[in-house]
């Protein structure tokens, strides 16, 4: 399972290695400005052979060193190199003073003051096809907004240049933008922008063909905006070791969820051994979203699946299901009695539920302790009373809420990403999701492209649905829905909540990513034996 760092650990790693002997910062550095130089090479092989152009923009700290590392390493390529730097070389950091020093000994830097609109502007005749314009500006060492210059400047600029042809009003030539470690003005931790409150008007952002990084990919390439600011993410290795020690407690760490484990059924095993989920329905014309959710769990294995549905429901959903069972459950009290069978192994109460059920219902569902998924309207029907929801939950439930349900039962969690993100490190996806879990006592998987999952001891884990996992058809209605009924199947087959949680936001991308373009929900579950099977389960 591959980390994702925030940029303190990324410090704390490079500390420890520092400081152990093992290499040095300046090392470091020129190894993280090769590894820029490669990747730009490996991505754009027709840079390999001419003499193209560089732009690197330097920034005030190390970030700024590696681009003059690059710069340097380009110009000994034979590639016509341009420096530029944001703020006074008298006070850049040792490793990047001494990179400043050896490229003035190749060409000059140019200074650029932030004197307000109009003091920057570089001419688009200079510029030509085949240059690539780097961002070493700002890194990992971002902590307030970058200012007027970002707004009116460069940032304005670099946009416009990587602009398709028809929309650049024929003006910039077609210029790479690579982003060093990060697309400035980007949070490390948060994948979100830094911004004065109120933003400046007019800004514009540095947005990405490519982001090289280093050792490992920091939270900000996969959370929030960050994807859509980074581009291509590439991880260049520099030689520095895993270090766990270095990343800090279970409740600091955040890894990205890999195709699980364990979905394969032994040969010789009955229906019974793979569990028994129940899916509670809706009433009459308000089924569908609990079949999808159970057909869902039946595909991912669960040995059998009941929806238990009120009497008038009955034949809307006899009409419409073979393989899955039907009992009926009216009231809570007809929900507890069926949950007196010991086999039931989990439950899933929520799509297409309705508020008034799903009031009668969830108390006597958490009562029989069962692995439990709780979504839609199972979350909605506490939005006046969270805590007398969290005072039923316990550890084997997983909570699915979207970005709205979320807000009903943790406004101020909630509050906290709304509000602009105005210094660094800025409340995360990931902070709120570990809160609301802590909170809750039980797992919460909070749903999005960059799924957080998280879990009360502070374990927690990003599924990401965005780069080289882009599952844009999953918004569609009725995916929840059916990630509900594959994380209950997963608990009905003896996983664990977070790993239940986990594997089945992995399994639910990859079944969209394998359907791809016109995916509707009632794809994904038939999607899912072929992602199976590529598993090898
Ligand atoms: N941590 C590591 O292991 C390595 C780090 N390296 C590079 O070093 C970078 C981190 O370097 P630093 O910690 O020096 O940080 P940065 O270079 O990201 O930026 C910090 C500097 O910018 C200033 N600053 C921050 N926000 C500003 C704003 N809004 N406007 C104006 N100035 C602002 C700070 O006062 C500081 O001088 C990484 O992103 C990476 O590129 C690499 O050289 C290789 C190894
Ligand atoms: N752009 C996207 N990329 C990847 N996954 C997405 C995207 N948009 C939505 N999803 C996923 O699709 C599902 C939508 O669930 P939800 O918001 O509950 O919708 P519904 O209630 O209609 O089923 C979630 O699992 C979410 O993570
Ligand atoms: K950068």
């Known amino acids: 399972m591959a980390e994702l760092l925030t940029a303190a650990q990324m410090r704390a790693i490079e500390e420890a290695a520092i400081t152990s002997g093992e290499v040095s910062g300046l090392e470091l550095m020129e190894r993280a400005g090769a590894g820029v130089v490669d990747a730009v090479l490996e991505t754009w092989p027709d840079l390999g052979g001419g003499a193209p152009k560089a732009v690197v923009l330097c920034g005030p700290g190390n970030n700024g060193g590696d681009g003059f590392v690059i710069a340097r390493r380009l110009h000994e390529r034979g590639w016509t190199v341009e420096v530029w730097l944001y703020g006074d070389p008298a006070r850049l950091p040792p490793d990047a003073r001494t990179n400043y020093e050896r490229w003035r000994e190749l060409g000059p830097v140019r200074p650029y003051r932030d004197e307000g609109p109009g003091a920057f502007w ?24 970058v ?25 910039y030539p077609a210029v790479r933008v690579v982003a060093v470690d990060l697309p400035s003005g980007l949070c490390a931790d948060s994948g979100r922008r830094l911004q004065s409150d109120p933003p400046p008007g007019d800004v514009e952002e540095i947005v990405a063909d490519l982001t090289v990084t280093f050792h490992a990919r920091k939270l900000g390439h996969v959370l929030a905006e960050g994807p859509s600011f980074c ?51 809706g009433g009459f014309g308000r ?12 595909r991912v294995g669960a040995g059998l699946v009941t929806l238990a549905a009120p009497g008038a429901a009955q034949m809307e959903i006899a009409g419409q299901i073979t393989a899955l069972m039907l009992r009926r459950a009216e009231s809570g009290d007809e929900l507890a009695g069926l949950l007196e069978d010991p086999r039931l192994t989990a439950l899933c109460l929520g799509p297409g539920l309705g508020l008034e059920r799903a009031r009668d219902l969830v108390p006597p569902a958490l009562e029989a302790s069962r692995g439990t998924v709780l979504d839609a309207d199972a979350l909605t029907a506490f939005e006046d009373a969270p805590e007398e929801l969290f005072g039923m939950l316990h550890e084997a439930c997983v909570l699915t809420p979207h ?20 210094s660094g490190p800025a409340a995360s996806r990931v902070d709120v ?46 995916a929840g829905d059916v990630l509900g009924g594959l994380v209950c ?19 639910h991308v990859e079944a969209a990513r394998a359907f791809g373009p016109g995916l509707i929900a009632e794809d994904l579950p038939e999607a899912l034996p072929q992602v199976l099977r590529q598993l090898g389960a």
């Not at 780069?467 to 918004?475: N, Q, V």
């Not at 199947?489 to 936001?505: I, K, S």
């Open 433 to 478: 999701t570990r809160e609301a879990a802590r909170r809750a006592g039980c797992v919460v998987l909070l749903k999005g492209p960059d799924t957080v999952i998280a879990a009360p001891d502070g374990q927690s884990a990003l599924n990401a649905g965005v780069g080289p996992r882009a599952a844009p058809w999953l918004a569609t209605a009725g």
């Open 231 to 281: 581009g291509r993410v590439v991880v260049a290795p520099i030689g520095l070791e895993p270090r766990r020690r270095a990343l800090g407690g279970r409740e600091q760490r955040v890894t990205e969820v890999t195709a699980p484990a364990g979905l394969d059924k032994a040969a010789s095993a009955h229906k019974y051994a793979h569990g028994h989920a129940l899916v509670v329905s």
């Open 147 to 171: 200012e007027a210059f970002n707004a009116v400047g460069w940032a304005t600029q670099l946009s416009e240049w990587r602009l398709p042809e028809e929309m650049r009003r024929g003006a």
């Open 403 to 422: 970005a709205g349900e979320f807000a009903r039962l943790f406004p101020d969690l909630a509050e906290r990403l709304k509000q602009p993100a105005v």
């Open 287 to 298: 089924t569908g979203a609990a079949r999808l959710a159970a057909r869902a769990a039946l």
């Open 489 to 507: 199947g997963l608990m009905a087959r003896g996983f664990t909540a977070f790993d239940a949680a986990c594997a089945g936001a992995w399994l």
């Open 122 to 145: 570089l001419e688009p005749s200079d510029y030509r096809e085949d240059t690539v314009l780097f961002d070493a500006l700002f890194g990992t060492g971002l902590t307030r907004p």
